[in-house]
């Protein structure tokens, strides 16, 4: 069946780059997504790539896909101690109706 | 844009009492609406999908009378937790399709006592 596997913790400094890594098993998902939950609180969407990209820039944000070996990552800029958080990796299923699968989660910790 | 709220955000309730906890996208339609669990310090678990005028679609292990999802609008679902016990205690979140993009509530945080 379809999984998602993901490193649960990451430790990195501030100021450093944090680099958060996926593996999934469907060749077929159609979108990947980065979603951060703070404690507490619900899952706020980060960003996401199409499969058919390689790469997807957003200001601090960079992810990297590659589709041939499964893996997706997230790499975060100059990490402030705000980035401290669960990181969800997520593959759609496509179909109507979308339905997402989830990775553990990577609870990333920033030290001053 | 594509917000998504919950209410309540808390509720206590008695064993043996149901609540209802509602999901609403607040700029936006959404024909799809999904409900999860989440027990501490773990991922996400779907429980059913929610679809505007027809019957939720339960995942497996989901029992449908005691979770009852009602979708009556393209802006709100409600979940409702029926003849709820302490093994029902957990955080529920919702979330609304916009396109091909899952938008989350905020979750609610249900404690049976």
């Known amino acids: 069946g379809e999984d998602v596997e993901q490193s649960l913790f990451l430790s990195v400094r501030e100021g450093d780059s944090s680099v958060i890594n996926c593996t999934y098993t469907?060749?077929?998902?159609?979108?990947l997504y980065w979603y951060k939950q703070e404690p507490g609180a619900g899952l706020q969407l980060l960003t996401y790539?199409?499969?058919?990209?390689d790469m997807k820039q957003d200001q601090r944000l960079t992810v990297l896909l590659n589709k041939k070996d499964k893996h997706l990552s997230l790499r975060i800029a100059d990490t402030q101690t705000g980035d401290s958080a669960i990181y969800f990796c997520?593959?759609?299923?496509?179909?109507?109706?979308?339905?997402?699968?989830f990775g553990k989660g990577t609870k990333l910790s920033v030290k001053p | 844009g594509a917000v998504v709220s919950q209410h309540p955000s808390w509720v206590i309730c008695k064993s043996g009492t149901s609540v209802k906890i509602e999901c609403r996208s607040l700029d936006f339609q959404a024909t799809t609406m999904f409900w999860y669990r989440q027990f501490p310090k773990q991922s996400l678990m779907l429980m059913a999908t929610s679809n505007e005028g027809s019957k939720a679609t339960y995942e497996q292990g989901v029992e449908k009378d005691k979770f009852l999802i009602n979708h009556a609008s393209l802006t709100l679902s409600t979940l409702t937790v029926t003849s709820a016990h302490p093994e029902d205690s957990s955080f529920y979140i919702c979330?609304?399709?916009?396109?091909?993009?899952?938008?989350f509530g905020p979750g609610t945080r249900l404690l049976v006592l």
């Open positions: 997520a593959e759609s299923l496509g179909g109507s109706q979308g339905n997402l699968i």
């Open positions: 469907d060749s077929s998902s159609t979108y």
């Open positions: 979330s609304a399709r916009l396109t091909e993009t899952q938008y």
């Open positions: 790539i199409f499969s058919n990209m």
